[in-house]
């Protein structure tokens, strides 16, 4: 490929070669900082949003970072060729999916700035030579630019492919017509069942299934016909936003028990799951899949290793976590001790209030002696700032957000 500045010199060669190296793995912390940088400028709100998209722009991140230090240790300052890899692709067919566009330049170029702050300060601790360093940066800049610059039109690239494999067919028309109905436009219902093939008059319940590594992307569609069973449904609708995930509508009305979703899922290894409340007509289409994307949201929010959420179960615990230094301060004001205790103990305490503060149906809900019960229930007044009559709701909601962010074996 044509060269677009001089060849260094074989002193600053060596130098590159060695910052490059120092860099090499790529750590997390300097990897969240060019995708946070990233995710801030994004235009299109669904980088940030979504949290399957989300992640896959880290993982480009961090394959892009650390595809062009490997070539600059062997070739140093030479112009860099984008990877034609998974992650790339990902992010290509993902565009296409959700029908968005390639005008991200502030986002490229605000990961540009901090990855090339970075570089700047280990060429800084690398020489103090004047002329070294000067030719070091001028080198290193022009091959970090132009590969950004080279990156941006090949993912055009394989925008431009992929849309051309996928045409102008049913699916396509399918992704339109359901980002229509999202959004709240009008179309009517008629048109828009015969596009879908899915009946819109009566009961929805909606579904995302993803996971969190593309490897397991093979998993879904077998999850997602569990999961349409489970809720009682002989038919459904699908479509992928992206690689790694599915969006479902289901023609119930009504949403199982987590466990049972859970169990379920035990046969498709990796996939997550968020159910939205029911609803019915176009308002419900679109706001039980509202739901389950705020649920969605929430794991990624919080970090939380949750398999299966339903948007019922944590609709307060979403509208706390919109500000998580608060939510922390909610958190330790509302359970005091009880906030680092047991997680059994604190599940006993969610289940008494969840069932109407009723000793026996909580002793029989988790398959313990009533007289288990109650010494747990009493151990856990004690640790309570506040007697729990006094705010159960709050309670409970708290115990929620600590039960979500605790890393069970079991992942449920």
Not at 149 to 160: H, P, Q
């Amino acid at each position: 490929m044509k060269m677009l500045w001089p060849n260094p010199s074989e002193r600053v060669c060596e130098l590159i070669r060695q910052v490059a190296e120092s860099r090499l793995p790529v750590p997390d912390e300097v990897v969240d900082q060019v995708w946070q940088a990233s995710q801030r400028e994004a235009r299109q709100r669904a980088y940030v949003d979504d949290p399957v998209l989300s992640q896959a722009d880290r993982r480009l991140c961090k394959a892009n970072m650390t595809h062009w230090l490997v070539s600059n240790m062997q070739e140093p300052g030479r112009r860099v060729t984008p990877a034609r890899d998974r992650e790339m692709l990902i992010i290509a067919r993902d565009l296409v999916l959700r029908g968005m566009d390639l005008n991200e330049l502030g986002s490229w170029r605000a990961a540009q700035r901090v990855g090339w702050g970075l570089w700047v300060d280990q060429c800084f601790a690398a020489t103090d030579d004047r002329e070294e360093l000067r030719e070091l940066i001028e080198v290193s800049g022009s091959s970090l630019t132009t590969y950004i610059d080279d990156s941006i039109a090949a993912v055009g690239t394989y925008v431009d492919e992929i849309r051309a494999e996928m045409g102008f067919g049913a699916q396509a028309q399918r992704h339109t017509t359901v980002q229509l109905l999202l959004q709240g436009a009008r179309i009517s219902r008629a048109r828009a069942e015969e596009q879908l093939g899915y009946p819109l008059a009566g009961h929805h319940v909606a579904a995302i299934l993803w996971v969190d590594s593309p490897a397991d992307a093979h998993e879904l569609e077998r999850a997602a016909e569990c999961v349409m069973w489970t809720c009682g449904a002989t038919r459904r609708l699908t479509l992928p936003p992206s690689t790694s995930a599915l969006w479902l509508w289901l023609p119930v009305d009504g949403v199982p028990p987590t466990a049972d979703v859970l169990y379920i899922l035990e046969k498709t290894p990796g996939v997550r799951a968020t159910l939205g409340r029911p609803g019915s007509g176009l308002p419900g289409f679109r706001q039980s899949h509202l739901d389950a994307a705020a649920a969605q949201r929430l794991l990624a929010r919080v970090g939380s290793p949750r398999r299966v959420v339903r948007y019922e179960d944590v609709h307060l615990v979403d509208l706390l976590t919109a500000d998580l230094s608060q939510a922390e301060e909610f958190v330790a004001r509302t359970l005091g001790d009880l906030a680092t205790a047991d997680p059994v103990l604190q599940g006993t305490v969610r289940t008494y209030v969840a069932e109407g503060y009723s000793v026996s149906r909580t002793a029989d809900r988790l398959f313990a002696h009533r007289n288990t019960i109650d010494r747990r229930l009493a151990k856990a007044r004690t640790m309570l700032p506040r007697p729990l009559d006094h705010d159960p709701t709050s309670v409970s909601a708290a115990l929620m957000l600590v039960e979500l962010q605790q890393h069970q074996s079991s992942g449920c």
